[in-house]
């Protein structure tokens, strides 16, 4: 079991609800809406800044709260485009409601977080209601896919409430044409009269007549932040004179003069602190008095948000704060060209303050933005161990391109990571300047793990196994960043190995792997570790063991389901284990459910097996168009990545489909046009996991033993075979027993037909291989029912599990052993005649395809299939879908 990685960190001021300050309008009509019965599954409230969306919600989680529900907020910002810093805050939201018994709460049985958040969210006896503020700032496909998920999954005890500024794309338009989403805009927004005339009420000393308050709304048309500006502008005389004369003033210009106003009006100690500390992220007395080199930071804080300047603390200790983005905008601007050079001051003040406290996220902005470069970028070298490690990728990408190229050349070990995390992302065009600067700066060796690495990733076998075969593995005592990197070596040499068919050297090295991984805290090359342990495991014939072994990986508390990187190599070699055995409908849900996630695999060995047994579930279900879907979508990402390697593997899997179809000719078209793989100079013996379980070599058999050439099948099969076995590759040993069955029988070689299928029989029996058989076809099947009949008359052990698998295998090709030796014209026959339409249901139930699927094809409701299906199982006399078509194909109905 790998070791847990220590939880990321978490940010609680992002937690904090804003406070309900005195003199806010309640604003019941709008509360109204929101909250009506039956409730909304999701409320959205979109405007731009200054609108109160952050009041509103904030008045809707009081109102929650009153009711008795659960209620969590939670403020998003520009880093939570990160999938592994989104999850964590996710994660923490949910936990922040309190524990229930019922479910199992921890992160290790989660799967993927919508399911786990809406398994949670299910448990609570109490009405929930989570709150998302500033969700405009989120942008990133993985997690707003994350979100659109949940909302899919929302229990209906549960309300979902998010202030944006942009209409969020989380497929909104679905739920409220389902009338399960509420979307308020900025038009709602806006005051009505009467509530305008309350807020200034409130204001007695301000004294607005009728006239001036007339005046206010007609300029600001309800605009809550102009409301505000003008409350607190009022006592400035000229700002009452020109209240009739603001009829050309745009709404943003009025906010401008408003503000201007506004800060006109304090004292100049405090218009020296707002225009000072408009520039921070966020606001402390400690960072404020560094800051501006004072002493009573505190007091002038809790003046500001005590007297609402568009101050607000994130925190009930009132320790940090932040200001309103619409009222700090204006004030940074303002000091930006009247004082550049004090705003660069109080960046550089801001800087040194948070790199002292370890804040390494403000560190770096406020050391960008005082263009200190050298600075930012040591403050990156030191952040980067840790994103790294816990696999804060897209993070490192985004700050890194902030840096110039010359200061990260600079310090080659912050370009290493930097490589690293570029490497898994796939940004290419961006790794090759930061590549280039390690070859011109740094030592060869310091680079190998990154560029065997690189290696892997373009699909560059030679190389990378060249560059790892180099590094010294074994007997180190790594630490931090260079045990995570030794660790990946440590990876790609286990899978060098296992190409070579050392599987004891893939498991040794496996195994320093793991320890590598727990010296150097990493979240995710974990699962790497994992999928290659499982690909020596199903190369060995140990199919069980795989399977044990990824549904250990998978629920590793470590490997979190919401990223992709090592996590999408997992999936899809699990995927491809449940696959070989059968299990078909967990596969496909796998393969649905993180689909995107194995899409951005980064190694094209990890991701191809996941999308060749989702195509070949599509086949056996009888969905042809959904196969060429998926075969298609694998084409374009091996255009993208630049694999060609990939596009010659979708290619043979079209030939054989094509062959199983009895296409020969277009088969062979394609074949002849399939390029091989001649810059794969491997050693020799060697030989590439996807190449191992199809590739090259097998498809030529394939073509060959289909068109007829069985001789050419028969001398390349006998060559495959002596290596395979020499090897010990039991899985391949299979697939070229199996081959060559069918080429002996067609031979005329009975007796040979059966050793060769007998001994792949013993070979898959124990690790519980199916596919491996039924997927080469209809032609399979008479060699397993003469195996059957041959298997009945044996009492050993081994030839019982031997015929209890022959028996799965027929199952499995809907062959039932009870009633295959039963002649199709021995007068078994329906008891009344099929119709038409029941004739088109049982080819369908024969394809394996789906009571939904089949509904959706014939054009008729789910519930007419049901009836039409209970119809064939009374004529048939059966009972069931399997025993269904083993029926029909005896009595010659299929």
């Not at 520009?78 to 921890?106: I, P, Y």
């Not at 605009?223 to 050309?248: D, E, I």
């Not at 004082?339 to 406020?366: I, Y």
């Not at 339409?837 to 699927?853: F, P």
Request: glycine letters at 6%; hydrophobic letters at 45%; a negative charge.
């Amino acid at each position: 079991m790998d070791a847990v990685t220590p939880p990321a960190e978490v940010f609680t001021h992002k937690f904090f609800a804003p406070p309900s300050y005195p003199g806010a309008i309640h604003r019941r009509e709008l509360l109204e809406r929101l909250f009506r019965q039956p409730g909304y599954g999701v409320v959205v409230v979109q405007a731009p800044a200054g609108h109160g969306k952050s009041t509103l919600l904030q008045q809707a989680k009081s109102l929650a709260d009153q009711q008795g529900a659960l209620t969590g907020w939670l403020a998003f910002d520009e880093a939570d485009n990160d999938m592994r810093r989104f999850t964590v805050h996710m994660q923490a939201l949910v936990e922040s409601l309190g524990s229930q018994d019922a479910a199992d709460t921890t992160p290790g049985t989660r799967r993927r977080l919508s399911d786990w958040m809406s398994t949670q969210l299910v448990q609570f006896d109490r009405p929930v209601r989570l709150f998302f503020d500033e969700f405009q700032v989120l942008n990133s496909r993985g997690v707003l896919t994350a979100f659109r998920d949940l909302l899919e999954r929302i229990p209906e005890n549960v309300t979902i409430f998010i202030g944006s500024r942009a209409l969020p794309e989380i497929g909104l338009a679905r739920l409220m044409v389902n009338n399960q989403a509420l979307v308020l805009r900025a038009d709602d927004l806006r005051f009505t009269h009467d509530e305008a005339q309350q807020f200034f009420s409130q204001a007695r000393d301000l004294g607005v007549n009728p006239q001036e308050l007339d005046a206010i709304y007609r300029q600001t048309e309800g605009w809550p932040a102009a409301l505000q500006l003008f409350r607190l502008s009022l006592a400035s005389p000229s700002v009452r004179r020109s209240l009739t004369g603001m009829s050309g003033y745009k709404p943003r210009e009025l906010a401008e003069y408003l503000a201007d106003n506004v800060l006109t009006l304090q004292t100049p100690r405090v218009q020296e602190f707002l225009r000072r500390s408009s520039v921070l992220t966020r606001l402390s007395a400690d960072l404020c008095d560094h800051v501006t080199g004072w002493q009573d930071s505190q007091s002038i804080l809790l003046f500001l948000e005590r007297s609402g300047l568009f101050l607000r603390s994130l925190d009930s200790d009132l320790c940090w704060f932040k200001y309103h983005t619409l009222f700090s905008s204006f004030l940074a601007e303002q000091v930006r060209s009247e004082e550049p050079e004090a705003v660069l001051e109080v960046h550089q003040r801001a800087a040194d303050w948070f790199h002292g406290h370890g804040m390494h996220e403000d560190a770096l902005h406020h050391a960008i933005a005082a263009r200190n470069y050298a600075f930012a970028t040591d403050i990156m070298n030191v952040w980067a161990d840790r994103l790294i490690a816990d696999a804060n990728l897209v993070t490192m990408e985004r700050w890194s391109d902030n840096l110039p190229l010359d200061q990260i050349a600079g310090r080659p070990e912050l370009a290493i990571k930097i490589a690293w995390a570029l490497i898994f992302l796939r940004r290419h065009h961006k790794l090759r300047p930061i590549l280039s600067t390690l070859e011109e700066v740094s030592q060869e060796a310091d680079t190998l793990v990154a560029r065997s690495m690189l290696a892997l990733v373009l699909d560059d076998m030679p190389r990378a196994f060249a560059q790892v075969d180099q590094i010294p593995i074994s007997g180190q005592q790594p630490v931090g960043f260079r045990a995570f990197e030794l660790g990946a070596a440590a990876n790609v040499a286990a899978y060098r190995a296992l190409c070579a068919g050392d599987f004891d050297k893939a498991s040794e090295l496996l195994n320093i792997a793991r320890s590598y991984g727990e010296r150097g805290e990493a979240a995710f090359s974990g699962g790497y570790t994992v999928a290659v342990g499982g690909m020596n495991l199903v190369m060995q014939g140990r199919l069980a063991e795989a399977l044990a072994r990824y549904r250990s990986g998978m629920s590793a508390h470590h490997l979190d389901l919401e990223k992709p990187f090592a996590t999408g190599s997992l999936v899809s070699c699990f995927i491809s284990a449940l696959y070989e055995s059968n299990d078909l409908d967990t596969a496909e849900s796998m393969f649905t459910q993180f689909h995107d996630v194995i899409a951005d695999g980064v190694l094209l060995d990890f991701m191809v097996p996941g999308y060749i047994a989702m195509a070949r579930i599509q086949e056996v279900r009888g969905r042809p168009n959904r196969t060429e879907e998926i075969l298609a979508e694998a084409e374009q990402i091996a255009h993208t990545a630049g694999w060609p390697r990939l596009m010659r593997i979708v290619s043979w899997e079209r030939v054989r489909r094509l062959l199983l179809a009895g296409e020969i000719d277009r088969a062979q078209a394609i074949a002849s046009r399939i390029p091989r793989q001649p810059e794969f100079a491997l050693p020799e013996g060697s030989m590439i996991y996807t190449e191992a379980t199809e590739g090259d070599a097998i498809g030529a058999i394939r073509v060959a033993l289909h068109s007829g050439n069985v001789d050419a099948a028969l001398a390349q099969l006998g060559s495959e075979l002596a290596v395979a076995q020499r090897q010990g590759r039991s899985y391949r040993q299979i697939k070229l027993l199996v081959l060559d069955a069918l080429a002996q029988r067609i031979k005329g070689n009975e007796n040979h037909a059966h050793r060769s299928l007998h001994r792949a029989l013993q070979l898959a029996e124990p690790g519980g291989f199916l596919r491996l058989f039924l997927d080469e076809g209809e032609k399979i099947l008479p060699l397993l029912r003469d195996e059957h009949t041959a298997l009945a008359g044996n009492s050993a052990p081994e030839a019982a599990a031997l015929r209890a698998f022959v028996v799965r295998l027929l199952d499995a090709a809907g062959q039932h052993a009870d009633v295959v030796s039963r002649p199709a014209d021995s007068g078994f026959q329906p008891l009344e005649p099929l119709t038409d339409r029941e004739k088109q249901i049982l080819v369908y139930l024969a394809n394996g395809v789906s009571n939904k699927e089949m509904a959706r094809r014939i054009f008729v409701s789910e519930n007419t299939v049901k009836f039409h299906l209970k119809n064939i199982y009374s004529k048939l006399a059966v009972a069931s879908r399997l025993q269904a078509i083993n029926a029909a194909r005896q009595m010659g109905l299929l």
